[in-house]
Nanobody, 123 residues
């Protein structure tokens, strides 16, 4: 199992910046990617960004230009930098780790989730 601890959430003014961090521990060798989703009340969780172990990354279309995802494989940590924050970025941000576990002749892929960190963009 993998445990995820998020940090860096809080209150930020419109136009400001913040950086979220997510550190993984436990069975980190099974992790193939880490990333972020976000969720607002009454809405489904939406994909924000992902960082793969091979150094590649993916960003949701809305995140292009203002969000940057980076990772440190040695620390099993992923970071999400948000610039020019907007009120619509207000959400609970959830870190996830995609894992692949070999079980005999087959493998299983699943995701573990952090508890979430609240981000509020408001003046």
């Amino acid at each position: 199992q993998v445990q995820l601890v998020e940090s860096g959430g809080g209150l930020v003014q419109p136009g400001g910046s913040l950086r979220l961090s997510c550190a993984a521990s436990g069975n980190v060798f099974s992790i193939t990617a880490m990333g972020w989703y976000r969720q607002t009340p009454g809405n489904e969780r939406e994909f924000v960004a992902a960082f793969r172990r091979d150094g590649g990354h993916n960003l949701s279309p809305f995140a292009n230009g203002r969000f940057t995802i980076t990772g440190d494989n040695a620390k099993n940590t992923v970071y999400l930098q948000v610039s020019s924050a907007k009120p619509e970025d207000t959400a609970v941000y959830y870190c996830y780790a995609r894992q692949t576990v070999v079980e005999g002749p087959s493998s299983r892929t699943f995701s573990s989730w952090g508890p979430g960190t609240q981000v509020v963009v408001s003046s």
